[in-house]
Each structure stands twice: as C-alpha cells, then as structure tokens.
C-alpha cells in the first residue's frame, strides 16, 4: 500500500475527539481503540506482511490460534504451575478485577470501517488479546506511567501512529502532573526493550502459558523495567527532598 493510500485511512478528527474524551476520562478503554483506529493507515498491513516473512509468523497466520479462550478459562489457568505465565496472568487480571473479554468489549466501541483481510483480522484481535499478558511479561503495572511504558514496548514491536500519538500525548500529560518522575526515560527504557525482544507477534503463546515466566523472560529478551519500577517508589515528597 503506497503513501496516499495509507492516507486515506486516517481519520484524524476522530482521534482528537477520542484523545480529548481520554484526558476527561483516563479509564475510558473504549478511546483508546478509538484511536487507534482512526490513526491505523496500514500499520495492520505491513505488520502481516512482516510476520510472512517469519517462518513462526507464518505459520501462526496460517493456523490463526486463538489466544481468548484459553486466557478466560480461569479454572484451567489455576492449575497450571505455581511460577507459570499463565498462573502469573490469573493473578494479574484477579488482583486488577479485569477479564479478557473486557478488552473485547472496550474494542468493540471503535468502528472498524474499511475492509480487513483474514489475517489482518487474527492479529488485531491477537494483538489486543495479549495486552495484559504484556504487562506481566514486562513487569508493567496498570498505573498511569505502567499504561505508556507498555505502549512503547508495544509501539516498538508493532509501530502504530494511533499509539504512538498516545504515548505523545502521555507523556506530555504526565510531565505536568508528576514533574518529580522521569516520564520519558521511563517511556524510552520500554521503547528499547521493545525493540530488544523478540516480536511478541512470532510466539504461539498458547503453548506457553504452563512455561515458568522468568525462564519465557529471558527467552524472549525481555528486560527487567529498572527506571520504571525505581520511578514507581519515588514519591513527591523524596524527589523535593533530594534536590
């Protein structure tokens, strides 16, 4: 897909209507997948055409698995080992009162428009199916500063201009409202690590919910969030103190 056709998908009043409901309301799900949507071009495109070029990306799109159902059997991931990702993600989601299908849900608000192939269709929804089995693969909390490092992992991985205006927008937020915290050295470590790791898109994460998390870590080359969770502990009160 050339430049102009790219262009043509982009629906950038939507995102500025969708970016100011998000600043209104932080917790509002459903803008974020606004957003990305109105900002999407054919990020979706090339990131198929990119994992065809993988023999384990295609053979994934060949199989299309399905990663929902097996992250909603809250029975099956509790008796899968104690250290597992999937014991790891079950408390995750228990401890925040979140749900797979939540994120389904909350997608669902942003219409799609356009027309998606198969393949386009599998990974979008497998993309945002595996969110919050990020966030315990990195170590990213659902706090606010958690929330941008995550994007930026995620950007770095699968580059989409509907998240990276997020994280522009973030982190300008968050430099008002917490200038004790180093947002965008927070932001840049996810960025690199992101880049650093293999691309989450390549694994068949439904064969290793069962695997010990730490030894899926360093499989996959992910860093440990060291200026986040420093960030994380500092409070205002430490950062006037110290200067």
Partial sequence: MNLIEDIRYLRPLQAWRSVRALIADPDNTGEVFKIIQALKGASLA?????LRDIPEGAQLLRE???????LSDRPALRALPEGSLGRAYLA??????LSADGLVAASEE???GGERTAEENWLGNRLRDIHDLQHVLCGYGRDELGEL??????????P???????????RRTFRQQAPHIDVDACVEEGRRTGEAARWFAT???EQRLAQPLDALRAELGIA?????????????MDASAAA
């Fill in 64 to 70: 299309k698995p399905a990663i929902l159902p097996l």
């Fill in 160 to 170: 989409s201009r509907g998240i990276a205006f997020i994280i522009f927008m973030g």
């Fill in 92 to 97: 995750f989601v228990e401890s925040q009162q």
């Fill in 203 to 205: 694994v068949n994460w």
């Fill in 46 to 50: 090339r990131a198929v055409a990119r």
């Fill in 110 to 112: 942003a219409p799609r």
């Fill in 224 to 236: 440990k969030p060291v200026r986040y969770r420093n960030a994380v502990n500092i409070r205002p």
């Fill in 149 to 158: 490092c995550l994007l930026a992992f995620m950007n770095a991985q699968t």
